[in-house]
């Protein structure tokens, strides 16, 4: 007897392997078998005859730290199959954190994090997992952010950090990893965790090794002329700190790049990364549009200087050659007044014309009128879509949408990132085969990720399932309409309990966090 008996299906389990037809039956919140399964008793059936049965896909990178909690039913995941988040990415998020410290990172994600009012309340990274036990609709796995643990011990102070300092930090990683977390993360374009040089990040994974952590990195630099010199500190952390290593968004010139991870795993780094398939990404626009001295010191230091007519003038040469061309810039998300908020969807360029003034000046007053919260689509400068499917084809990738849930006008990843892949992907343009699909969507990152019972249709595993029409699954969401779900998801089941039933939501909130084991 099951509790949910899947028949008649296709079922692609995550290996690799070529799929085979098979039933799945649930019993509680474990595959309890498969095989031919369809004279069994089940309290509920379902037929997925012409359709694919897969496990619950894992996004390895996605920004859901508060808006899974805002939005527990969460239908841009759900919509796609996605089951797990990997949250605590780009060394700047939600746990360990004092007051000050959450306080500092809300404000200064909410750009990408959004900034909504929680119920919850949390500190350490036990109590912001327990956050969502049997409160959301998917499930959580947790990284140690570095920027985090760094405030916590050092303030936003732009100085290496102290041996005493450094073991401070450490055992709050140490701390982390013992409540559940299963890596650390840095971002180092942010603040503070840009501040971290080499060494500290070798101090800080050294902590990780005992209880086999991953270290998760957003690069300091993904461009042709420094992302060689980045990978080599990523390998170097790797190797001196003796952990598996793993490159966020990994958004660069394939011919370039590829050579240089097939050496290093020659030369015994474990080293991964994660990959959507856009030719432009998402962040925060204070990051890309001003020089780091000017951020120093968080935001409300960064608005004091904006404000600063003497400082504006100095800005006059760095808005001539800005990191990035602002033209191309597309803004996502306004947190200021209507007057403001007209300009979500507007490139920089035509913001700045309609306001009658030139790009660097709108910025300023922009980021001024909004206190910093601003979200943007920034067009890849160092790839296009050969070097996207040449990164995708790689062994050492795994799917991450980097999604972000903010905005009028957000990324069209977060809702339509998976979709795309097995739409695009796999159906029109045969990047992937519909097996290497669902292996890189789930298997690959519960392997990496330590999620030991995830990422697999095998007996004994978490019922996490999907079952998905492999003709009509895609994506909807578009850069004018970023809001748009995916299509095609029939079912989706996560810990044993149906979120997504026939197409419908069914209101059930099963999700867990994944603790480390």
């Given at each position: 007897m099951f509790d949910l008996l899947i028949t008649g299906g296709r079922v692609v389990d995550g290996s690799g392997c070529p799929w085979f037809h098979g039933d799945v039956g649930v019993r509680g919140d474990r595959i309890a078998a498969l095989g031919r399964l369809s004279h069994a008793e089940a309290a509920l059936r379902i037929d997925a005859g012409g359709c694919v049965v897969a496990p619950g896909f894992i996004d390895a990178h996605v920004h859901g730290d508060l808006m899974l909690l805002a939005d527990p039913h969460h239908e841009p995941a759900i919509r796609q199959g996605v089951t797990t988040y990997i949250l605590g990415q780009d060394g700047v998020a939600m746990a360990p954190a004092s007051s000050t410290t959450l306080a500092y990172m809300r404000r200064y994600t909410a750009g990408f994090s959004g900034n909504p009012e929680l119920d919850e309340r949390w500190s350490s990274v036990a109590e912001y997992l327990a956050c969502f036990d049997k409160r959301c609709a998917l499930n959580v796995a947790y990284l140690i952010p570095n920027g985090n643990v760094r405030m916590e011990v050092m303030g936003l102070a732009d100085r290496p950090s102290l041996p005493s300092e450094r073991e401070a930090m450490g055992r709050l990683v140490r701390a982390g990893m013992e409540q559940g977390a299963v890596g650390l993360s840095s971002g180092l374009d942010y603040i503070p965790s840009r501040y971290a040089d080499t060494d500290e990040l070798i101090s800080l994974c050294k902590h990780l090794a005992p209880y086999d952590g991953v270290y998760v990195t957003h690069m300091c630099r993904y461009d042709p002329e420094g992302v060689l010199d980045s990978m080599d500190e990523v390998f170097r952390i790797g190797r001196e700190a003796g952990v598996p290593v793993h490159i966020s968004h990994f958004n660069s010139r394939a011919g370039l790049v590829l050579p240089k991870i097939d050496a290093g795993r020659a030369d015994g780094i474990d080293v991964t990364y994660?990959?959507?398939?856009?030719?432009?990404?998402?962040?925060?626009?204070?990051?890309?549009?001003?020089?780091?001295?000017?951020?120093?010191?968080?935001?409300?230091t960064t608005l004091a200087r904006l404000r600063d007519p003497a400082i504006r003038r100095q800005l006059r040469d760095w808005f001539a050659k800005p990191r990035v061309p602002l033209e191309t810039i597309r803004l996502a998300y306004v947190a200021a007044g209507a007057s403001w908020q007209r300009f979500e969807g507007w490139t920089l360029q035509a913001a700045a014309r309609e306001a009658r003034t030139d790009v660097g000046e709108f910025v300023c007053e922009l980021l001024i009128a909004a206190k910093m919260i601003v979200g943007c689509i920034v067009p890849h400068a160092n790839r296009g879509q050969k070097d996207v499917e040449g990164l995708m084809r790689h062994p050492a990738m795994m799917a991450g949408s980097d999604g972000i849930f903010v905005g009028g006008f957000p990324h069209p990843r977060g809702c339509g990132c998976f979709a795309r892949y097995l739409g695009h992907h796999v159906r029109e343009a045969r990047t992937w085969t519909l097996e290497e699909a669902v292996q890189r969507m789930a298997f690959r990152a519960a392997r990496r990720f330590g999620l030991k019972d995830?990422?697999?249709?095998?007996?004994?595993?978490?019922?996490?399932?999907?079952?998905?029409?492999?003709?009509?699954i895609a994506d909807q969401s578009t850069y004018e309409d970023g809001r748009q779900l995916a299509v095609g998801m029939h079912h989706v089941v996560v810990n044993g309990q149906l979120v997504l039933h026939a197409g419908k939501r069914t209101g059930a909130l099963p999700g867990r966090a994944l603790r480390r084991r």
């Open positions: 994660d990959l959507y398939c856009y030719l432009a990404g998402s962040t925060i626009l204070g990051m890309v549009a001003l020089p780091p001295e000017i951020q120093e010191g968080g935001v409300s995830r990422g697999l249709i095998r007996e004994g595993m978490a019922a996490d399932i999907v079952v998905f029409d492999p003709a009509t």
